[in-house]
Structure formats: structure tokens, C-alpha cells
């Protein structure tokens, strides 16, 4: 993972990938970010980062702000 100089500047990078499975959902508008913190757990070592997502739903939003 990144390390921190002595201002508190990471240096490096680091990444990993996750398949994962949502539970099914009716129609309508749903937050997941439990459900996938839940499964990554690795996010919260992140503070700034990318993420892709592929998903066989006709429709998805992703909001970063917690």
C-alpha cells in the first residue's frame, strides 16, 4: 500500500479487483454502499481513488460522497 512522508503526502499506489454479487432488487432506487462495503472492506484503506464498475442492469448511478 502507499506510504506517508513526514507531511502526510502518500507516496505510491496500490489497487486490487473484487467480483461481487448484489442481492436482487425490485424496480425503483436502492443504496448499496453498505452491501458493498460489506464486501470490500479493502475501501476503507482508499481515500482518493477509481473505480469501474460492470454491471448487467439496464441503469446504474454511483455516488462516491459518504
Known sequence: MASSNHRGI??????FQ????LRPQH???HLVTEEILRQMPE???FSVGLCHVQTIWGGIIV???R
Open 10 to 15: 502518500q507516496i505510491g499506489s496500490a489497487w
Open 63 to 65: 455516488s462516491g460522497a
Open 18 to 21: 473484487r467480483k461481487i454479487n
Open 27 to 29: 424496480r425503483g432506487i
Open 43 to 45: 475501501l476503507g484503506q
